[in-house]
């Protein structure tokens, strides 16, 4: 059994969910329940590897292993059934990195890039960034659940200028893992009007209640053959703050197009973060499997709780990510008015949807990767204004 409930004091450690609250909610008072990195300490494994590297004082360049890919082949046969050689993956710093250099080898200024807000900021930042043209399809609300709008995909893929799509997989903030009929439908769209797939699967490993992930490039060969995936070790470990991330691509231009792109940039190999992965990778599939079990019961009770004591809140849970989508849209209060009461009131640090895409500002991001007790806390604060305001 590992230990999910205890409190860890984050301050002094630079966080960016702990020091950037004032910035960001216009109050320390409160507690941080929104950049996606979790309140629990890395398995023991990790930090015994990084101790033992960072205690020989020599600090100098390194190069990623054989033994890196090596570690990534097994862990995606045996998490996720698939057959991964060695030679398709390449070692990166972050994905939001990856993502940009991806859209700077494989589409030109002014090129149409497809991303389905509600969706993770910098999916946004990097399109625009690049100076390339962002084509939102939102997901759709159908049967209570999250959905891809295919006529209007379908639309913007068949475009002549739309060169990339970024899948967030599973996706980040509604939290859901897509199924193979999804998966497939888009990415045979994509494939039909040849439109570069970048599949984000960062979350893939928190994988909620049962369900099971899979690889958009394990849908059929052609769709494999189109596709670049993005994965790392650092949601899955909380060792976010190591940079380090790797490609999957089997087909061989695709990967060596990116390739000459990223080296071009002469990124430093980061010294830690792939051993942190390998550790992790090697020795700590126990441990996310009691992590998911844990987040799993989280997402399960703050559902419930929400459901049964704060009406005002829909919620769909999640079945993947540790991520819960607040939807506040059909409550009579204002944007802002909401956030005081959030914020300011019920003194909860989560993410403000107008950040995922237009139109989502009465929608709010929470994450439940924190102990249960802290969970337990801020809902009741949040009830009882909630409780306040409508007697
Ligand atoms: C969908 C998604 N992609 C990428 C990232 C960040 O990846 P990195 O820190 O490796 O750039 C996040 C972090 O929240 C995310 O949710």
New binding site residues.
């Given amino acids: 059994m590992y230990d999910f409930d205890t409190i860890i004091d984050r301050s002094n450690t630079d966080a960016v969910k702990v020091e950037l609250c004032n910035t960001v909610f216009g109050t320390s008072d409160i507690t941080p329940m929104w950049?996606?990195?979790m309140d629990f300490p890395c398995p023991s494994p990790i930090v015994m590897t990084l101790r033992e590297r960072i205690e020989h004082p020599i600090y100098g360049y390194t190069v990623c292993t054989p033994r890196f890919q090596q570690c990534i082949k097994q862990w995606q046969k045996h998490r996720n059934n698939w057959d991964v050689d060695c030679r398709w993956i390449e070692c990166c710093?972050?994905?939001?990195?990856?993502?940009s250099i991806a859209i700077q080898a494989f589409s030109n200024v002014g090129d149409g890039i497809i991303i389905q807000p509600p969706?993770?900021t910098?999916?946004f930042d990097v399109v625009r960034e690049n100076e390339r043209t962002l084509l939102c399809n939102n997901l759709i609300k159908r049967d209570n659940q999250w959905c891809v709008n295919f006529e209007e995909f379908e639309r913007l893929a068949a475009m002549p200028t739309t060169k990339i799509f970024i899948l967030?997989h599973p996706?980040?903030p509604v939290g859901r893992e897509w199924t193979i009929d999804e998966l497939r439908q888009m990415g045979e769209i994509c494939v039909r009007n040849n439109v570069l797939i970048l599949s984000?699967e960062?979350?893939s490993d928190i994988m909620l209640n049962g369900t099971k992930h899979h690889p958009m490039a394990t849908i059929s060969d052609e769709i494999a053959n189109n596709t670049i995936t993005?994965m790392?070790a650092?949601?899955t470990f909380n060792i976010?703050g190591l940079?380090?991330?790797y490609i999957i691509a089997s087909n061989t231009e695709l990967r060596s197009q990116y390739a000459r792109k990223q080296h071009a940039l002469h990124i430093i190999n980061n010294m830690i973060g792939p051993i942190a992965l390998q550790a992790a990778y090697a020795n700590c599939e126990t441990w996310l499997n009691e992590l998911c079990t844990y987040l799993s019961d989280n997402v399960n009770f703050v559902t419930d709780y929400i459901n049964r004591y704060i009406p005002e809140i829909k919620i769909i849970k999640p079945n993947a990510?540790y991520?819960v989508w607040l939807d506040l849209s059909e409550c009579n209060i204002s944007p802002a008015d909401l956030k005081h009461i959030i914020y300011q009131r019920a003194h909860l640090g989560i993410n403000d949807g107008s950040t995922f895409g237009d139109g989502y500002q009465k929608y709010f991001r929470l994450n439940v990767a924190s102990p249960l007790s802290v969970i337990e806390e801020s809902l009741e604060r949040l009830k009882n204004v909630f409780d306040s305001i409508r007697n």
């Fill in positions: 950049v996606a990195d710093a972050g994905v939001v990195t990856s993502l969706v993770y910098p999916f967030s996706h980040n984000d960062i979350h993005f790392s650092s949601k976010a940079s380090t991330s990510t991520l």
